[in-house]
């Protein structure tokens, strides 16, 4: 299965990027193909709300700029993980542009590929995740249509703990 990972957190050794180690880990060591994209380490700009995907555009973005990369590796896609560290109750912001540009991948109708969704979110305290939550079940479960997978979270102390990173390696390595 190809995996797409889209990585919110701007710490490259931060919490969050331990977690998606050793999920890309389980996940390889079963033979799926992981792509770890960091988002924020790309130039993308927000949705312009130009509605040229929906007219002009048939699902094409009028912007080029780091989301093709994006674009051309979630046609290919069956699972898609979004990973974030939790600011403010919600994603961080880099990864929420990359989300508001679904809005060109998902016309007319999500990628033909793309089947299952999980979400991974680390934080500093427990119950910061309602936010995050309503997105995923809104965006992804609900709208595109995809299968739930899990959603993963660790706050505080569970942060990088061998219990934890176990957790999301089994995880990967339990993908089918």
């Given at each position: 299965m190809k995996i797409l990972v889209l990585?919110?957190?701007p710490r490259p050794n931060g919490n969050t990027n331990g977690m998606i180690k050793a999920f890309r880990k389980g996940a390889a060591s079963v033979g799926h193909q992981v792509d770890?994209?960091?988002v924020c380490r790309m130039k993308i700009n927000g949705c312009l709300a130009c509605e040229y995907?929906?007219?002009k555009g048939r699902g094409e973005?009028?912007?080029?700029d780091?989301?093709?990369?994006?674009?051309?590796?979630?046609?290919?896609s069956e699972m898609l993980v979004i990973a974030s560290p939790i600011y403010y109750h919600g994603i961080t912001g880099q990864l929420?542009?990359?989300?508001?540009?679904?809005?060109s991948a998902a016309y007319p109708?999500?990628?033909p590929k793309l089947k299952?969704?999980?979400m991974i979110l680390s934080s500093g305290a427990p119950d910061m995740y309602d936010e995050a939550m309503f997105s995923y079940q809104g965006d992804f479960l609900d709208y595109l249509g995809l299968e739930d997978m899990g959603v993963f979270t660790a706050h505080g102390g569970e942060n990088g703990s061998s219990q934890k990173l176990a957790e999301l390696f089994g995880f990967g390595a339990s993908l089918k």
């Open positions: 990585n919110g957190s770890v994209i960091d995907c929906h007219t973005c009028v912007q080029k780091g989301m093709q990369q994006i674009y051309a590796l979630l046609s290919e929420k542009c990359v989300l508001d540009r679904f809005y109708s999500r990628p299952k969704a999980a």
